[in-house]
């Protein structure tokens, strides 16, 4: 489909990599297993989705559509769905041979989203209907409608005379009245006050029994359906006046299988019929159709008349010649595709007599089939079978030690061989009758464990064989059988083979092959004629069944079915005639549906319904726009002004709610005086509320559907709230508007705690009806879009369904703004005050306790359905309940007390279960003395000593004195002490206690009897029963000496090697004695001359035309190049000769031999430098040509913001926590804890004093006092002044003393009479020159770094030094923050959320490509799954976040040039975006371009403005190519002024980049 466009494949599904899995057989037809491509499939929801659900119409094609195979879907299971299997239907024999014949191809496959199971019975039906004789013409077809003629029955009499007969019609069981009248007579309908029906009622039980077409319309709750079941009664308690002959029942239809079930389980309830007697019952009613719901209607369902119905045993004869049918014709399927491999008996017509006889010399056969064999054997005839039968080995045994050799072993069948082949002779002692054998296998148990035992070891062996590495060298039937070689012997060659046994294993496959391959032949035209017949009998069974059906249904009274079972068996009603048909649920059904319906024959058409409600639902809404199929014809005769009658009471919803509906719907409604003596529900204030919020709804692009979460959770909450109310789950219905929200709600109801709550959407609810309704309605956008919400018809029905309360979720606001009907709901609730944004709950054992849910967290304030109190009632155990206040099992019969058990045994020793529990036998242990060993035990208190098994040591000895080692209370048994035993031959054995005369198995010589040899054997054996394992000192006839063992029979074949002379050649070879020379081959070499005309050495045994001819020449290629290569090559060799090529998709040239396909992948080493420095180790296919860049792998040795290195990966956003020791110390203690935890504050007095100044404070906190800048008064060593500053720590050189020390440590101007301060690391530093740097670095105090020493080449961290400690500590503070793990954390959960983003965008545009066909849009749909498997790729890095961001804006912003290119072309604009389509292919392709984030927009506003005039919007969102960039905790830290901390990445100059930050994050 790759001609199509994408806006011509809409209403298709496109399934890729199609391949066929197997052929599957029934007496229904041909079916298909398939196999297709789910990778592109991840987003749908197979479970509550429209994909492939049974009936649907595939088309599969591998040639482009050229040619095209119809299929429909025949099972669905939803498991092998996910796994891309499905099972089809063929649908012609022609297209089952063209899929055997091409069972290898791969195939696209499509499937209409319109239902064909649907439309197709429907659209047959119409196609075979004829206008001239359609009933009702004048007010179907001519609009005349305005006088209705009385039933045509009114002026027949019993012989159908045209006389007039006066309908006389017996209503007393319809009416609960005495009424017997002349329904014609418009004066015996009045005063009939005392009826059970109410006047609107009884208008419409007069309008459907006296005109031949009748409209009843019924709103909400006016019992539509009730009065349907009355008019049915009435018409089947009169059959006899309408139809004397009893020849015609009446049809019922309905629109849905569960409206079916509902209106005959009606009707059966009314008439009183016993439903374990529905075959013999006085009304007979008979359902059509499969998924019934209901126990009693399933007793009336067809299948149950045709099993007790004479009529039918002649098809049931019928269908198991299909079946056996069906079964010959799967075995035709396996053999060719492979699943079952040709036994002996099949390939017996193609082995010559010669062979078969080689092949079975000595061996006689049991006919035996394994269940799991891979073997076909039902051909054996019955003479065969007796034959077979002799011995014990299957058929195919002989076959198979041929082909397999020595390697075949069936050792266990060996074991059982000797015991079968006794029992097999003792029953063939006597004549066996036909059958004997079959029934002697069953009867045999040993017969029928050794053939078990064959058939293991013969599976086992296959099994073992096909997984060997030379098995992969053999093809499955031709490309795929493990025994059908590629290679076969031709007839010639067969032919000269003198004995199969001499063959090698690889010649034995190919004459195996030659057998298989010449018996497949006649299997492919043995196919059609069985498909052909296999249909036929198909079709003759099915013609058989509809001639029983007939009788059947021409006895019956009652036939209903769904439209579209009338379709599906129009055979049946074209053959019954209904004279009356009745519709229920018509205002619903298209009229298509109910035409299909009418016949000649058909009188009376009645039609109940409300087209106010649901309407018809077309697949197109093209056609339901244009053609108003949406309207039925229950709506065009109303609106055709035919007379009607409308039912005006309703029964169902309490008045409250009832106002929503009338009158804005329905202007004359009326309640009944029923539904004002409803309870109001309980728990709650109010029995209706609607709950107004603003939560936003989210769209599901598979479903094409919508759900709202957080309204999900608020509907689960109250349903739950209702369920502890003691509501039970079958008074409550959750509805939703969308299937999108069924999902979301589903998933938040687990069975366990609302099994019995029916969830279902709006549409599959009309026509019920519960008594507490919660309606979720999800939309809540800011779009203003509220889609179907604001159509009339679901209005209705959504705010209709129920009794006793009803609660409404969704954003008024919005739905008042799109529909003025919900204006007019929403005023109506408003003035009763029954809408807002918080539900008010109240506490029904204290009731002045409410709650006012807002939120669904506040439904924790009713934790069991009461208020917070708790319940503390005295239960009967005597502990207090330990709920809640709970309206629920008030009376505590159904609590569980999970306190602990108060009561006791009889030795008061307390029970260890729960309260709710039944008390467990006691099992504390008691002291006490075992009567049989008067052992003291402790044996459970509940357990009586007698039967306590003791479990002390047994103290029993045996006669030797050996203790017995076991417990008390096992057997004492054998003693198996190992002792020294001296035998009656003189040896000594060790052997266990109770062995009396152990064998003696010490080995010593003795003389064979036999032979006179001497050997050595154990003792106990007896020379005559051990064989001789000296070497025989035979001569063999040949003179050789027998290589065997003297106790074993002479070899039959020499074995020694010898020179012979060939007989053919006459050239000596080495062969074995015993060798056919004539199958020998000779390998001396010898000059052979070629075709070629070269002269090579080659064996002797080789054939002219198998020598390579390794002769150098010359060859000459179609390229034109020439090389030096072997005469045998010039045929198969590609050109070698080194050419540059390059790839298209990159232009990287590589030399390869001109014949050298280039490879899939480009591996030229990617140049780019990456964000972190280093070059990227990727290829140029690895990089995807320099957009999506491989993670760097160097390690570097980073400095973490503690300043300790550590070894990390050098991609990645976070950094690890540090566990060295930390470094920080103070003058009194060094800290202990590792460098990620907070040192541990010293509270000892601050050490820095001095003679000027001295700190009050702590050693952790911040010194109070000035530094003191006066020279150091001490002296050193040495007696020379120190050069530090007083309160310093003094330094450790002397200035004077050793110069050339202190000139290496002092990194200052050296001045006489400059005061100097050493640092930790040595160096020593001018105190006037150190401030000034220290001000220098700290003077950007927002960026976070520990402070180091200035000196050249030393990084030494300054941890201590009392001058600087403000410092110092205040750096550290801020080290100590960005330490904490939750940067890290939060780096980590904000590239998921980053992630997350990117693939919703990117999963946005594959579903909007995902059925378009065309070059561009195919390159861009690559492109996503590329960028989506980056993406989902686990490594995070600096530059993988930018490579994400600049594909993912280059391929949204391409994806809508396309868009706007198609549309151009398509509408032939004159407007061209080819620079804009070339930009973008091109941009970053090994560029090192970077698409900023405000480029992008830049390109995106353009873009758009030509969307918006061109399709008039824009297919692509901002969202598309703006991301909110994750958090990155590896780099630059930063403090803003507001306190905040964050990082930058370090990326080096001249690169730019989205991620570096201009200003804090938190701050914006």
């Known amino acids: 489909c790759d001609g199509l466009k994408s806006n011509e494949i809409s209403d298709i599904r496109v399934y890729h990599n199609v391949t066929f899995l197997g052929c599957q057989v029934d007496q229904n037809g041909v079916f298909m ?82 239902h064909y199971e649907t439309y197709f019975h429907i659209l047959r039906s119409l196609q075979n209907a004829e206008a001239s004789i359609m009933p009702f013409k004048q007010y179907l077809i001519d609009s005349d409608c305005k006088n209705i003629e009385p039933p045509v029955h009114f002026g027949m009499d019993s012989h159908n005379l045209v006389k007039y007969m006066p309908p006389v019609y017996d209503l007393q069981k319809t009416l609960g009245v005495n009424a017997v009248f002349n329904i014609s007579d418009e004066n015996k309908w009045e005063n009939r006050g005392d009826a059970s029906l109410d006047q609107s009622q009884l208008e419409a039980l007069k309008l459907a029994l006296t005109k031949e077409i009748s409209v009843i319309q019924g709103p909400p709750g006016t019992g539509k359906t009730y009065i349907g079941k009355k008019i049915v009664e009435a018409l089947l308690v009169n059959k006899t006046v309408w139809d004397p002959t009893n020849s015609s029942p009446i049809l019922v239809v309905c629109y849905t299988n569960h409206a079916l079930d509902q209106f005959l389980e009606g009707i059966i309830e009314m008439l009183g019929c016993d439903p374990s007697e529905a075959v013999s019952a006085r ?31 002649q098809y049931y ?48 056969f049991l006919n035996y089939r394994s269940p799991h064999c891979t073997y076909d054997d039902d051909d054996i005839s019955e003479d065969e079978d007796e034959e077979y039968e002799a011995v014990g080995v299957s058929p195919n045994y002989a076959l198979m030690k041929w082909l397999f050799g020595e390697d075949f072993k069936m050792q266990r069948a060996a074991d059982h061989s000797g015991m079968a082949t006794q029992q097999l002779k003792g029953k063939n002692k006597h004549k066996e009758t036909p059958g004997a054998s079959k029934q002697r296998k069953t009867d045999n148990p040993h017969a029928a464990g050794f053939i078990d035992t064959m058939e293991e070891a013969e599976d086992e062996f296959v099994k073992r064989f096909l997984d060997t590495d030379e098995a992969s060298h053999f093809n499955f039937d031709q490309k795929h059988h493990g025994l059908i070689t590629s290679t076969t012997y031709n007839t010639n060659r067969v032919g000269k083979i003198a004995n199969i046994h001499k063959l090698t294993f690889h010649q034995r496959k190919q004459l195996y092959s030659y057998w298989a391959l010449e018996y497949s032949k006649t299997v492919r035209d043995q196919l059609q004629t069985c498909i052909v017949k296999h249909m036929e009998g198909s079709a003759v069974c099915n013609e058989i069944c509809r001639d029983a059906d007939q009788q059947l249904f021409e006895l019956a009274h009652l036939i209903g079915m769904t439209t579209t079972g009338a379709a599906k068996h129009q055979h049946i009603i074209q053959r019954v005639k209904p004279k009356i048909v009745v519709v229920e649920e018509a205002a619903e059904v298209m009229e298509c549906c109910i035409v299909s319906c009418l016949t000649a024959a058909t009188q009376q058409l009645i039609l109940i319904g409300d087209h106010k409600q649901l309407r018809p639902n077309p697949n197109e809404y093209y056609l339901a726009c244009n053609y108003n199929l949406d309207v039925s014809m229950f709506e065009r005769l109303i609106k055709a002004g035919i007379p009607h009658a409308t039912l005006e009471i309703q029964h169902r919803m309490r008045p409250e709610i009832a106002g929503l509906v009338c009158p804005s719907i329905y202007p004359t409604l009326q309640n009944h005086e029923s539904v004002t003596k409803y309870e109001d529900v309980r728990g709650i204030t109010t029995s209706m509320y609607f709950f107004d919020h603003q939560y ?11 759900s709202n979460v957080k309204e999900a959770k608020l509907v689960v909450a109250l349903c739950e709230y209702f369920l502890k109310q003691d509501y039970s789950p079958s008074q409550i219905t959750v509805l939703t508007t969308y299937t999108g929200q069924l999902l979301a709600l589903k998933s938040l109801m687990p069975k366990n705690k609302f099994e019995g709550v029916r969830v279902t959407v709006v549409d599959n609810f009309q026509g019920e009806e519960n008594d507490i309704i919660i309606l979720s309605l999800v939309r809540s956008n800011k779009n203003e879009n509220v889609g179907f919400l604001k159509t009339d018809n679901r209005i209705c029905v959504a705010l209709s369904r129920a009794k006793k309360g009803f609660f409404c979720f969704g954003n008024f606001s919005l739905l008042r703004k799109c529909s003025k009907l919900w204006d007019k709901i929403v005023t109506y609730v408003e003035k009763l005050g029954k809408i807002g944004s918080g539900l008010e709950l109240y506490c029904c054992t204290h009731p002045h306790k409410k709650v006012v849910i807002s939120k669904c967290d506040d439904f924790s304030k009713v934790p069991d359905g009461g208020c917070e109190q708790k319940c503390n009632a005295r239960l009967d155990c005597g502990h207090n309940c330990a709920l809640h206040c ?103 054995v060790e052997a266990a206690c109770y062995m009396e005369s152990p064998k003696c198995e010490e080995k010593v010589q003795k003389v064979h009897p036999r032979c006179g040899h001497e050997q050595v054997i154990p003792c106990c054996v007896d020379p005559n029963d051990h064989p001789c394992e000296m070497p025989c000192e035979k001569q ?66 080789d054939s002219e035309s198998d020598v390579v001819c390794t002769a150098k020449v010359t060859i000459t290629k179609d390229c034109g190049h020439k090389f030096e290569g072997m005469c045998s090559h010039q045929g198969i060799t590609e050109c070698m000769v080194l050419v540059n090529k390059a790839f298209a998709n990159c232009g990287h040239v590589v030399k390869l031999p001109c014949g050298t396909d280039l490879p899939k992948h480009c591996n030229e080493k990617c140049t780019t430098t990456l964000l972190c420095g280093h070059s990227c180790p990727g290829t140029c296919s690895e990089c995807h040509q320099g957009r999506m860049h491989r993670s760097c792998s160097q390690l570097m040795k980073n400095p973490l913001p503690c300043g300790h290195k550590l070894s990390i990966p050098c991609a990645g956003i976070s950094i690890p926590v540090c566990k060295d020791p930390c470094k920080k110390r103070c003058s009194h203690q060094l800290c202990t804890n590792s460098c990620s935890d907070n040192c541990l504050p010293c509270f000892k007095p601050c050490a820095w004093k001095c003679p000027h100044h001295k700190c009050s404070r702590k050693c952790h906190e911040v010194c109070d006092r000035p530094p003191c800048n006066q020279r150091c008064p001490k002296h050193l060593r040495c007696g020379h002044y120190c050069i530090g500053v007083c309160g310093e720590p003094c330094p450790n050189v002397c200035k004077l003393c050793n110069e050339k020390k202190f000139s290496g440590l002092c990194k200052s101007k050296q001045k006489d009479g400059n005061k100097y301060i050493q640092l930790e690391c040595g160096h020593l530093f001018e105190v006037d020159d150190f401030n000034r740097w220290l001000a220098k670095v700290t003077e950007r105090n927002e960026v976070i770094k520990l402070i180091r020493c200035p000196a050249k080449h030393c990084e030494e961290i300054i941890q201590r030094s009392f001058r600087f400690n403000y410092i110092i500590k205040d750096v550290q503070k801020h080290v100590v923050q960005i330490q904490n793990p939750k940067y890290s954390d939060e780096a980590e959960t904000s590239y998921k959320a980053f992630q997350q983003s990117v693939l919703k965008s990117i999963n946005n545009l594959i579903h909007q490509l995902e059925n378009a066909s065309d070059k561009d849009s195919c390159e861009v749909m690559e492109f996503l799954m590329q960028l989506k498997k980056f993406v989902e790729s686990d490594n995070c890095s600096v530059q993988k976040i930018q490579d994400i961001l600049c594909e993912q804006r280059r391929l949204a912003l391409l994806f809508l040039v396309i868009q706007l290119q198609k549309t151009v072309a398509k509408n032939r604009l004159p407007r061209d975006f080819s620079e804009y389509k070339t930009l973008f292919d091109d941009y970053g392709k090994y560029k090192g371009q970077t698409l900023m984030e405000k480029e992008a927009m830049e390109y995106f506003d353009i873009l758009q403005k030509e969307a918006v005039n061109i399709l008039g919007y824009c297919p692509t969102e901002p969202e598309d190519v703006v991301f909110k960039k994750p958090n990155i905790a590896r780099g630059v830290w930063i403090r803003c002024h507001k306190g905040h901390y964050y990082c930058n990445p370090r990326i080096p100059k001249g690169y730019s980049s989205d991620l570096k930050l201009d200003s804090c994050p938190y701050c914006v």
């Not at 063999?1036 to 039959?1052: D, F, I, M």
């Not at 080495?1070 to 090579?1096: E, G, I, M």
């Open 33 to 114: 297993q398939l196999k297709f491509d789910v990778t592109r499939l991840k987003n749908v929801h197979w479970e509550h989705g429209k994909r492939l659900i049974f009936g649907s119409l595939l088309c599969l094609s591998n040639d482009r559509f050229k040619s095209i195979i119809f299929t429909t879907v025949y099972e669905r299971k939803v498991e092998d769905l996910k796994k891309g299997k499905l099972v089809v239907k063929i649908e012609s024999e022609e297209s089952v041979l063209k899929l055997m014949d091409k069972r290898r191809a791969v195939y696209t496959m499509i499937e209409s989203q319109a």
């Open 283 to 313: 009304y007979k009613i008979i359902r059509i159709g499969g998924r019934c719901s209901s126990e009693i209607v399933s007793k009336f369902n067809i299948h149950h008349f045709r099993n007790k119905s004479d009529d039918h045993k």
């Open 317 to 364: 004869r019928a269908k198991r010649v299909v079946i056996k049918e069906a079964k010959k014709l799967s075995e035709l399927f396996s053999i060719i595709e492979g699943r079952k491999l040709p036994s002996l008996n099949k390939l017996r017509p193609f082995i010559s007599p010669l062979h078969y006889e080689q092949l079975t010399e000595g061996v006689r």
């Open 696 to 706: 936003p709804e989210a769209e599901i692009n598979d479903l094409k559907s919508h």
């Open 886 to 988: 709970h309206p629920k099992d008030p009376k505590h019969q159904e609590y569980l007390c999970k306190k602990p058990c108060l009561k006791t045994c009889h030795r008061e020793h307390p029970c260890v279960a729960l309260c709710h529990e039944t008390c467990p036998q006691c099992i504390v242990p008691m002291p006490r003395i075992i009567p049989r060993c008067q052992h003291l035990q402790p044996v459970p208190c509940h357990m009586s000593p007698q039967k306590f098994q003791c479990k002390a040591a047994c103290e029993s000895k045996c006669p030797q004195g050996h203790e017995c080692g076991k417990l008390c209370y096992e057997p004492c048994g054998i003693c198996k002490v190992i002792v020294t035993k001296r035998l009656s031959c003189g040896h000594t």
């Open 1036 to 1101: 063999l006839a040949c003179g050789h000496q027998c290589t065997n063992k003297c106790g074993s029979a002479c070899v039959k074949y020499c074995s020694v090697t010898v020179k012979k002379a060939h007989p053919i050649c006459g050239h000596r070879i080495s062969v074995q004695c015993s060798a056919d020379l004539l199958l020998a081959k000779c390998h001396n070499k010898v000059k052979k001359t070629l075709p070629c005309k070269h002269v090579v050495t080659a064996k002797c045994c």
